[in-house]
């Protein structure tokens, strides 16, 4: 049995939705996963897990400055573990956007940070227009109204793969 610590840092709540299918999946397969919100994480924790996996959504083009900081205060533990990094975004809708290779947001953290992750996930996100502020509103309207998406401005709309969240859950439990 591992011990597996999965920080996550979430807006809306949809990366910690992601985080409870991940151990909804992997906990009857035998592993312990405790959930922590970045803000909570503590450093002298890490070392008593066997894995760790971090997982982020992107606001206004970025993963939250606090996440980046805690992955860069704990990039040499990091390292030294089974460990696992994913990201949620709505841009990781499109085909040619949600490989690690291919989203822009996953590439440019990965080449800011020295923490090698062994496994990465991009996953599409969720829109939620009624639940947004009127000014986040109106600018992710217009995003997706440039991008092709959504523009109702009483639309829900989840755009996550949840097969390929599965599939990342068992990757972590074999890593
Ligand atoms: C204010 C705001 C800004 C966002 N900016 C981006 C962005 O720049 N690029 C993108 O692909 N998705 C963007 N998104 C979409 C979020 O990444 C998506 O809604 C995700 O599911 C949010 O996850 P969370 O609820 O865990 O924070 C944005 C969403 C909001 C509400």
């Given at each position: 049995m591992a011990r597996i610590l999965i920080v996550y840092s979430?807006?809306?709540?949809?990366?910690?939705r992601i985080c409870?299918?991940?151990r909804e999946l992997i906990e009857p397969l035998g592993h312990q996963v405790s959930l922590v919100p970045?803000?909570?994480?503590?450093?002298?924790?890490?070392?008593?897990?066997?894995?760790?996996?971090?997982g982020a959504s992107i606001r206004y083009g970025r993963h939250s400055p606090a996440l980046v900081d805690f992955i860069e205060r704990n990039a040499a533990v990091l390292n030294q573990k089974?460990?696992?990094f994913f990201s949620v975004s709505v841009v990781a809708r499109k085909s040619e956007k949600n490989q690690p290779s291919t989203n822009p947001y996953v590439r440019k953290l990965l080449r800011?940070?020295?923490?090698?992750?062994r496994a990465v996930g991009v996953f599409a996100?969720?829109?939620?227009?009624?639940?947004y502020g009127a000014?986040?509103?109106?600018?992710?309207?217009f995003i997706m109204w440039l991008t092709g998406g959504p523009t109702d401005p009483e639309a829900v709309v989840e755009f996550t793969d949840w097969r390929q969240v599965e599939a990342?859950?068992?990757?972590?439990?074999?890593l």
């Open positions: 979430t807006t809306d709540g949809h990366t910690l409870d299918r991940l970045v803000a909570e994480a503590l450093e002298a924790e890490l070392r008593s897990f066997d894995k760790i996996v971090v089974p460990s696992a800011r940070i020295a923490w090698r992750p996100g969720k829109i939620d227009y009624p639940r000014l986040d509103r109106l600018i992710i309207r990342f859950g068992e990757l972590i439990a074999r």
